[in-house]
């Protein structure tokens, strides 16, 4: 893992030379309706793409996935987004769900995933690999997230999502990571990249944390 300072990058990738990045809370708020162009322009300086390239998506906590093609349309409603020409970029916003990088070496096709807890049980990142050829030759970095240490579910939605860290009562402590890496076995390589979104107020925006007031983290890759 290696960081800018506001942007976290997976080793894995960055070898492969796929431009990708995690942004930090002090790069800025990236939720879709009150995200201002600044931090879009300095996201898009610092990982190397053009903001007006960038694809996103209205994301519901569902498990369907878009191709980036044409103009950018955040109106599309969808978790997963799947770019296959060069310089094209796709990003997902978080502040506590994993966002997850995958890349193809072999085609240049990267995708990336807003995986919530409700998104894993509905299979977001099993669509998402889906939309890959060969699973066994990606690349995928697992960015910050809310961890095991903070992720207090009750024991209805632990049942639905497994990997309870421990129990407190009727209330379970889960490892969302730990749920979205075992959708991604048989890939070539997995990396994680550290951070628990709630627990680290400096690093990053946690809506676990702040509640409404929360702002938004984007994990964005560029196709090649």
């Known amino acids: 893992m290696v960081t800018?300072?506001?942007?976290?990058?997976?080793?894995?990738?960055?070898?492969?030379?796929?431009?990708?990045?995690?942004?930090?809370?002090?790069?800025g708020d990236?939720?879709?309706?009150?995200?201002?162009?600044?931090?879009?322009?300095?996201?898009?300086?610092?990982?190397?793409?053009?903001?007006?390239?960038?694809?996103?998506?209205?994301?519901?906590?569902g498990a369907a996935v878009v191709d980036a093609a044409g103009a950018p349309d955040t109106t599309r409603e969808a978790d997963a987004l799947v770019a296959t020409a060069a310089g094209d970029a796709v990003g997902v916003r978080v502040a506590d769900c994993v966002p997850v990088l995958l890349a193809d070496p072999a085609t240049g096709t990267v995708a990336a995933v807003h995986a919530g807890w409700k998104g894993v049980v509905a299979g977001v990142v099993g669509a998402a690999l889906a939309r890959f050829a060969d699973k066994s030759r990606l690349l995928a970095a697992i960015g910050p997230c809310i961890g095991a240490c903070c992720f207090e579910v009750g024991s209805d939605v632990a049942a639905k999502i497994g990997f309870v860290d421990r129990t407190a009562g009727d209330k379970a402590f889960v490892d969302l990571r730990k749920a979205v890496r075992r959708e991604l076995e048989g890939l070539a390589a997995i990396e994680d990249v550290p951070g628990c979104t709630k627990h680290e107020a400096q690093r990053f925006h946690s809506y676990r944390r702040d509640g409404d007031a929360s702002g938004r983290l984007i994990g964005v890759i560029v196709a090649k």
């Open 30 to 61: 990236f939720a879709l309706l009150r995200a201002p162009a600044g931090p879009q322009r300095a996201l898009a300086e610092v990982v190397g793409f053009d903001p007006a390239r960038l694809h996103q998506a209205t994301q519901v906590h």
């Open 4 to 27: 800018s300072g506001l942007v976290l990058t997976a080793s894995t990738l960055r070898d492969a030379g796929f431009r990708h990045g995690f942004s930090t809370r002090p790069l």
